[in-house]
């Protein structure tokens, strides 16, 4: 079945504890996303990646990083969590990212940053 | 600021009633996608409109394009308790989208 598979569902975090959010599609998508979401704002872009070893900032990159070793995988780190990045997360992929395609999203991650 | 600015924010009406979800921004995008998102679930895409004053049906659900490309609508006729959700309007523009804050939609039995 095709799906892009978010890990963990959820996660309750003490602030400044590096944690990682992984990613995997197996539709072997070029494109690949992380997003968060919080009420009344939608959802942000935080970081995409156009390909192996391709990343860039999306809207809201600030205390976020990510890495693209392989095309299935796109893990989310945040180095140093705080309360502020207490939010559901959302990883989706698509095929190339251009204007027509569909994106995939993950079930998401709900994350506290306490 | 939303790039997107999706209304109304809520909307809760009786099975069987109409209802219009629209989607306004003063950019131009190449395309418009909308999506619908429940509960404990990612958004999952219903449709994406590309030219100017495109409609697009899809069952009791008709999707408008603006003509200048900046706006968008969702109609859906003789609503059901299985349309309930959140549906969300999202701009493409190259590999970049945006989305609005989203429209929480109610349809009671």
């Known amino acids: 079945e095709a799906q892009v598979t978010q890990n963990p569902r959820y996660l309750i975090t003490v602030t400044g504890k590096k944690l990682t959010v992984t990613c995997s599609q197996n539709?072997?998508?070029?494109?690949m996303s992380w997003y968060r979401q919080d009420p009344g704002l939608g959802l942000r872009q935080i970081y995409y990646?156009?390909?192996?070893?391709?990343?860039d900032k999306g809207d809201v990159p600030e205390g976020y990083k990510v890495s693209r070793k392989e095309k299935r995988n796109f893990p989310l780190i945040l180095e140093s969590p705080s309360p502020n990045q207490t939010s559901l997360y959302f990883c989706?992929?698509?095929?190339?990212?251009?204007?027509?395609?569909?994106?995939?999203f993950g079930s998401g991650t709900q994350l506290s940053v306490l | 600021t939303q790039l997107l600015e999706q209304s109304p924010q809520f909307l809760s009406i009786q099975e069987g009633e109409n209802l219009t979800v629209y989607c306004n921004s003063s950019?131009?995008?190449?395309?418009l996608q909308w999506y619908r998102q429940e509960p404990g679930e990612g958004p999952v895409l219903l449709v994406t409109v590309v030219t100017g004053g495109e409609v697009k049906k899809l069952k009791r659900l008709t999707f408008q394009f603006g003509d200048a490309r900046k706006d968008s609508s969702l109609h859906i006729t003789a609503a059901q308790p299985g349309d309930t959700g959140l549906y969300l309007c999202a701009g493409v523009n190259d590999y970049k989208l945006s989305f609005g804050a989203g429209t929480t939609v109610t349809v009671r039995a």
């Open positions: 990646s156009m390909n192996v070893e391709v990343t």
């Open positions: 539709m072997n998508h070029e494109y």
């Open positions: 950019s131009v995008f190449s395309s």
């Open positions: 989706a992929s698509t095929g190339s990212g251009t204007t027509n395609e569909k994106l995939f």
